[in-house]
């Protein structure tokens, strides 16, 4: 386990792409800031002194990983958070809400050649952003926004990567603790929601998350997985 830290980055997730082979694994790389920083289908990262962080995972490699370990990612991110605020939930397949304001995107890479080479976890988890772009403002939060004070992100990135790292470790030995903490915190399950598909706009009911890490969806009275990478949710589910 190892935490490096750089003022600038074009992205922590470049980075590791670049360097993997050189690093070990459970390395975790910081950044003050990040110019080429982005999100899920290649949105841009707005920052600010927030923590801008990914993980590096070299061993016990399967690309079938991704989606579960999307999953484990944000279930070791809410209880981190739990410490510094209530009313934290989970957006499959990789957002953390607070009072349906974003406050943490998570996204996954891998790279692969004959076989997985690395996974990489990238995150940003707003915590002393203040002043947000006027197209966030109702759609975004963080930490210094919830509570009106500063925190170390320093010591949350610790925390992060000690947390993930036994949680990893869990996962590995079959411990589903992480699905339980998704489920019981999730702001889609038993919701009615709108998402998009082949350029088309669908309507269904969420029924469940699975082990699997794709959601259940009943659609027209038929139950249905769908896994992330399948379907793009709306933010206007009820």
């Known amino acids: 386990m190892n935490l490096l830290y750089f003022d600038t980055l074009p992205s922590t997730n470049l980075y590791l792409k670049e360097n993997y082979q050189t690093l ?39 690309s079938n990983y991704l989606d579960s ?27 953390i809400l607070y009072k349906g304001k974003k406050i943490c995107g998570i996204l996954l890479e891998s790279v692969i050649s004959n076989h997985v080479e690395c996974l990489i976890i990238g995150f ?31 010591k949350i990135a610790q925390e992060v990567l000690i947390a993930f790292t ?29 998402y998009q598909e082949n350029e088309k706009e669908q309507e269904a009911e969420v029924v469940d ?8 969806l009943k659609i027209n009275n038929e139950l249905v997985e769908k896994r992330c990478g399948e379907i793009t949710l709306h933010n206007n589910f009820y």
């Open 24 to 62: 070990e694994h459970l390395t975790a790389v910081v950044a003050k800031h990040q110019t080429a920083g982005r999100g899920r289908l290649g949105r841009d990262w707005c920052d600010s002194d927030d923590l801008l962080m990914s993980i590096l995972l070299k061993n016990d490699l399967d």
């Open 209 to 216: 998350i699975l082990d699997n890490g794709y959601i259940l």
């Open 124 to 154: 940003g988890i707003n915590i002393n952003h203040y002043d947000f772009p006027y197209e966030l403002k109702n759609k975004a939060t963080s930490l210094s926004i919830i509570n009106e004070k500063t925190y170390d992100v320093k």
């Open 166 to 194: 036994n949680d990893f470790e869990k996962y590995l030995q079959g411990n589903k603790e992480y699905l339980t903490i998704c489920k019981n915190n999730s702001c889609l399950i038993g919701k009615k929601i709108k």
């Open 69 to 95: 370990l999307s999953l484990v990612i944000c279930a070791t991110i809410y209880n981190v958070l739990s410490k510094y605020t209530t009313g934290l939930e989970i957006k499959w397949p990789n957002d």
